[in-house]
């Protein structure tokens, strides 16, 4: 069935750096690549989202960039900082658009 | 409201029992989600209500889970005969219309433990 992977499980990085998270899905058919955050104790919030027909998008700090014909899409998180520890989920769209199916996780840790 | 609304918060009941979750979504989203997330994955897709109706139930995984949204708004989960297995984080979401790229809210979750 569609499945959608996600790297690395644990990410530690130096508050100020740069951080990467990197996803690959299976479903040649989806069109729609959520970014979550998840803290303790919450549900998860949308950060930010790209559409097939885009390759690239940005909102301040963070970015998505979406390879359609690698199926591979990554959010970028610069200039870090101790509130953007968390967990992220990346997500692909399957169906008619109402579905998500989700990466297992990447643990943000950023270091004084 | 002013967001997704789930209780309770955590439940812990006896292996057998029967449970309810409830979720209050945002008011005026016409389309509700349930999702479970077990420790250290992701969210799974449960059900999909447009409404009143239940427009994907595929995600159930059997017929000890249903659930229902009676008036388009409110929604429960009902779970029977619980297992240990059901042990999880319920989660709830809702968008404006049927289209999950419009960007679900979700609640903060009922965590479920089964002993």
């Known amino acids: 069935g569609e499945n959608v992977e996600q790297h690395p499980s644990t990410l530690s990085v130096q508050e100020g750096d740069s951080a990467v998270i990197k996803c690959t899905y299976s479903d040649s058919a989806s069109n729609y690549f959520p970014w979550y955050k998840q803290e303790l104790g919450k549900g998860p919030q949308l950060i930010i989202d790209?559409?097939?027909n885009v390759g690239e998008k940005k909102d301040q700090r963070i970015a998505v960039t979406l390879n359609k014909t690698a199926k591979h899409f990554s959010l970028h998180i610069t200039e870090t900082q101790p509130e953007d520890s968390a967990v992220y989920f990346c997500a692909a769209s399957i169906g008619s658009n109402y579905q998500l199916i989700w990466g297992a996780g990447t643990k943000l840790i950023i270091k004084p | 409201g002013a967001g997704v609304s789930q209780t309770p918060s955590n439940k812990v009941t006896e292996k057998g029992k029967y449970v309810e979750l409830r979720c209050d979504p945002i008011?005026?989203?016409?389309?509700l989600y349930w999702y479970r997330q077990s420790l250290g994955q992701g969210p799974e897709f449960l059900i999909y209500?447009?409404?009143?109706?239940?427009?994907?139930d595929s995600g159930l995984p059997n017929d000890r889970f249903f659930a229902v949204r009676p008036e388009g708004s409110v929604s429960t989960l009902k779970i029977q005969r619980t297992e240990r297995g059901d042990s999880a984080v319920y989660l709830c979401a809702s968008s404006p219309i049927g289209q999950g790229d419009y960007g679900y809210t979700f609640g903060s979750g009922t965590r479920l433990t089964v002993v």
């Open positions: 008011s005026g989203h016409t389309a």
């Open positions: 209500f447009q409404g009143t109706g239940a427009a994907d």
């Open positions: 790209i559409r097939s």
